[in-house]
């Protein structure tokens, strides 16, 4: 496997600049995970990793080799797509090893190549099979089988689970953290999905609008946001968001009270602030509980022994707090909510993170 590095990257179409300075480093054997709304440039950046869109400006290198001017097929990269693209008149097997003998690979290391890639993926039952006659699941497991055979040093997926219900993703989603770790594999891979982002990555890049909002581990994201667009983005259900404004003794919330926090020393008195906090920091008020806000019912979505109680504060602002069993609340009911302090998130006017 080899490490991808990009340097400055640019990308425009016409006037419209869809890439801009993009610098990312994915090291050799790391799982990276591209993730942002529809439109911010993920796809572009893949495509362009894999040759298939040249780049304005900025340097690809693979395995240490600059690849800018090289074809897709010199750039030893294999490519999974969202659709599938099998060849429906031919079985699993052919499917698997067309590349190879498009590029003139002796028959007998097809077979075995072929062989090896059904046995890691664990489709030798279905190697004479057509496309019709399987699932989603396998078909994709099929194109990533196409994939392997021909050993690349880096992997590109783009959206690959997309097509999928929800139970496959969930089975496809554990058969590439797998293969990963079999293959040890050079992997950058693209979703709109945050959860597949989180489970699979060793290094999450969020983007927005063709740059990088930061990049990191999966819990550095989480915990650490660096601004308000990833706090916001990474997490489901959605960072809660208060805005105040700070004083000497904490930071005024408006109609929804006055918290006293510690302050850092980038809060200036008087300054707008917005105060993040997650719904699993956010619970149903006990009466020794400090920091609390007078809310009401909305709607309890009961998830088993956990869920989620949606609030309507004075504010008119809507929050949501996580629940575990039967708190005893329905809709219209009047509740309060305290914020766990260890875990609140403070942002200034700029969207970027105080504390």
């Known amino acids: 496997m080899a490490e991808v590095r990009i340097e400055k990257l640019r990308k425009s179409f016409g006037a419209v600049e869809v890439l801009k300075d993009i610098d990312l480093t994915v090291e050799d054997g790391a799982f990276v995970v591209l993730v942002g709304p529809s439109g911010c440039g993920k796809s572009t950046l893949l495509r362009s990793i894999a040759g298939l869109e040249p780049v304005s400006d900025g ?3 693979i395995g240490g080799r600059k690849v800018n001017d090289l074809a897709p097929a010199q750039r030893e990269i294999a490519m999974v797509f969202q659709s599938y693209a099998l060849y429906p ?3 699993v097997a052919a499917n698997m090893g067309f590349g190879l003998r498009f590029a003139g690979t002796p028959k007998a290391e097809i077979a075995a190549r072929v062989a090896e890639a059904a046995r890691i993926l664990q489709l030798e039952p279905l190697l004479k099979r057509r496309p019709r006659e399987l699932s989603g699941g396998q078909r994709q497991r099929v194109a990533i089988g196409r994939a392997i055979v021909r ?3 880096v992997f590109l997926f783009d959206e690959p689970l997309s097509n999928l219900d929800a139970a496959l993703r969930i089975n496809t989603r554990v058969e590439i953290a797998k ?5 040890a594999a050079t992997i950058v891979y693209v979703t709109h999905d945050q959860v597949e982002a989180m489970t699979l990555a060793d290094k999450i890049v969020v983007m927005n609008q063709g740059r990088v909002e930061q990049q990191g581990k999966p819990l550095e994201l989480y915990y650490r ?4 667009f990833v706090a916001g983005f990474i997490g489901s259900p959605a960072m809660n968001f208060l805005p105040g404004k700070v004083t000497p003794g904490g930071v005024d919330l408006g109609a929804d009270g006055a918290l006293a926090l510690p302050l850092p020393a980038g809060a200036v008195p008087g300054s707008a602030v917005t105060l993040g906090v997650r719904p699993e920091h956010m619970r149903i008020a006990g009466t020794a509980d ?3 806000i007078d809310a ?4 309890v979505e009961r998830l088993g022994e956990m869920g989620y109680v949606h609030l309507r504060l004075p504010s008119g602002a809507v929050a949501i707090a996580e629940i575990r069993g039967d708190v005893g609340l329905g809709t219209g009911d009047r509740t309060s909510v305290a914020l766990d302090p260890a875990h609140l998130h403070l942002f200034g006017a700029d969207g970027h993170r105080i504390a």
Request: charged letters at 20%; zero cysteines.
């Open 59 to 61: 340097i690809i290198t």
């Open 179 to 183: 293969l990963h770790k079999l293959l």
């Open 89 to 91: 008149h031919m079985d």
């Open 151 to 153: 050993k690349p040093q």
């Open 290 to 292: 400090g920091l609390r």
């Open 296 to 299: 009401t019912v909305e709607l």
């Open 225 to 228: 946001p660096a601004n308000l």
